[in-house]
């Protein structure tokens, strides 16, 4: 679970830290209490289908509503996952706030690098998406993608995250996951 607690941090809640354009260093337990005005927006309003052998979960993670997709198995006690959160942006546009999470990302995570980057459409929706690592995806073992699109002043976060070992054959099945994401009307 520690994974998972801290993915969820670094995939959801590092850009409310920037809203507030508080530049003092803050605390895990902070950026959760600041984050979570700005989350859950989204919850239930989505949709996302779990690959075949995929469980689904949806659950509330120190205060925070997301959706789980754990893989079947565990590769060294660690078990690929993608999650879903969900935030309001407010009058930010879409450019304004993938510039300001990938800023604040940079700034609350250690030895955050972006791998890959570029836009996606997600079920009709522009997106974009980038794969990274940090110190709290576990850094050079573990690698993380994260797509992102925005609907009416709500962003949906999708973080998929799985071993560098085992990423050949993760990403397509994230990729898969991805492409079933929808936004309800």
Known sequence: MKYISLLVVA????????????????????????AQKNMNSGAGKFSIDAPAGWRKTDTTLNGIKLTFLFAPVETDGFRSNINVVSENVGK?????????????????????????????????????????SSD???????????YTVVKNGIAYIITGVAKVKDEATV???IESAVGTFKVAE
Request: proline share 4%; net charge positive.
């Open 11 to 34: 995939g959801a809640v590092f850009f409310s830290a920037c809203k507030n354009g508080n530049n003092t260093p803050k605390t895990s337990k902070e950026l959760l209490e600041q």
């Open 92 to 132: 930010l546009s879409f450019e304004d706030y993938h510039k300001a999470t990938l800023a604040t990302m940079g700034k609350y995570m250690s030895n955050f690098k972006v791998l890959e980057s570029g836009d996606k459409d997600i079920s009709g929706l522009p997106g974009k998406w980038f794969k990274y």
């Open 136 to 146: 709290q995806t576990g850094g050079a073992d573990v690698i993380a993608r994260n």
């Open 171 to 173: 990403t397509p099945v």
